[in-house]
């Protein structure tokens, strides 16, 4: 079984992405109860916001959500195809503005997960099954959910072409220098998005 993750690394600009897991076991025990849509729904208001605090032309039309929910947990990609930051560095500190527009409840590390936080990372592709290595199914495939009839690059994170505008100066994305220290400089590497296809023989 395979499925195709689009692999990130370096330090060209990228889409910001958040990727949310929030297991029904989870939400059932949040008081005040909250329902999977108003979850859901908070978490799209907060990287609307967030999107219009640090680049205030930013047009919400461009919202990608990309779902692989199943029973028992809600997990989503929220991206847009309207704006990039310049590095990885820069989407780990975008994510960190979002948790913090979210309720309490929903702050947490395991549901917000800031894979951004990282020198490199990867996500599945649109369309792309989750391989389940002990049943050996392919499970959980991402699924547009906005735009319903966007193409594959609309949900990657560093598509080839991408013209859309970088937003540098943000007063509200500052990277503190230790963080920015972290990862080797990858100048001389091509860092154009890579597919890597996960094969497990």
């Given at each position: 079984g395979h499925s195709l993750h689009e692999f990130?690394?370096?330090d060209e600009p990228l889409r910001p992405v958040i990727d949310f897991d929030l297991p029904i076991e989870t939400l059932n025990a949040i008081t005040p109860a909250l329902s999977g849509g108003q979850a859901k729904n908070s978490l799209c208001c907060a990287f609307r916001d967030t999107c219009l605090e640090i680049f205030p032309e930013w047009d919400k039309e461009t919202l990608t959500i990309a779902e692989s929910s199943d029973e028992k947990k809600i997990s989503?990609?929220?991206?847009t195809f309207g704006m990039r930051l310049p590095n990885i560095a820069q989407v780990a500190m975008f994510t960190e503005l979002v948790r913090k527009k979210l309720p309490t409840a929903l702050q947490g590390n395991s549901i917000i997960d800031n894979i951004a936080n990282k020198c490199?990372?990867?996500l599945r592709m649109l369309g792309s099954p989750k391989y389940n290595e002990k049943t050996g199914e392919h499970i959980h495939v991402k699924k547009a959910i906005?735009?319903?009839?966007g193409t594959i690059f609309d949900f990657m994170i560093r598509p080839p072409n991408d013209e859309s505008e970088v937003i540098k100066n943000s007063p509200l994305l500052v990277v503190p220098k230790a963080?920015?220290?972290g990862c080797p400089s990858t100048n001389n590497v091509t860092t154009d998005a890579e597919f890597e296809l996960h094969r497990r023989v």
């Open positions: 990130i690394d370096g989503l990609h929220v991206s490199s990372f990867s906005r735009p319903k009839d963080k920015m220290e």
